[in-house]
C-alpha cells in the first residue's frame, strides 16, 4: 500500500514539473510519453489554431532531415466553402473502402452528409446546410483540420 502511494506522488510531481514548464514558456499543450506512461496537459485558454501537431522521432530511429515543417491548411479560396465545425481528422468516406459522400460535380441537398471529422474517437457527420454543387475538395482526406479551414468549395443551387 505504501509502495502505491510512494509511486503516484512520483507521478503527480511529474505531472507538476510538466505544467511547471509549460507555464514557464508560455505553451498552451505539452505532451510527454516515456514507455506506457503518457502526459499530456492542455490549457484551458488553448485555441485550436494555436496548436500545432509535431512529428515525433523514437529514440533510437534515424531523423530525417530532409521533412517539411508542417504548414497550416488555411488556403485562400475565392467563392463560397463549406467550413470545419470543429477540430479533429477529416475523412470523406465512412470507411477507407467505401466511397465518398461526395466527390466533385456532385449535387449535395441540404442536410446531406458531405464528410465526416473524427474528434475524440467520435466520428461525427458534417453535412451540407443548403443544396450545393460541390466545385473541388479542399482538405486532404485523412489530415488533421482546426475549426473553421475550408473543407470544400461549393456553388450555391
Known sequence: MEKTKKENSNYLDEIKQAYDFMIKNNLDVIEFSNGDEHI???RKSAKAENIQILPTVAAGSPAVSSAKPQTPQQQTVEGLTIKAPMSGIFYRASTPSSPP?????DTA??????????????????KSDF??????????????VNEGDNLFLVEKI
Open 40 to 42: 499530456k496537459l492542455v
Open 131 to 144: 443544396k450545393c454543387k460541390i466545385i473541388k475538395c479542399i482538405a486532404e482526406n485523412g489530415k488533421f
Open 109 to 126: 441537398e441540404a442536410g446531406s452528409v458531405v464528410c465526416l471529422i473524427e474528434a475524440m474517437k467520435v466520428f461525427n457527420e458534417i
Open 101 to 105: 459522400y461526395v466527390r466533385e460535380g
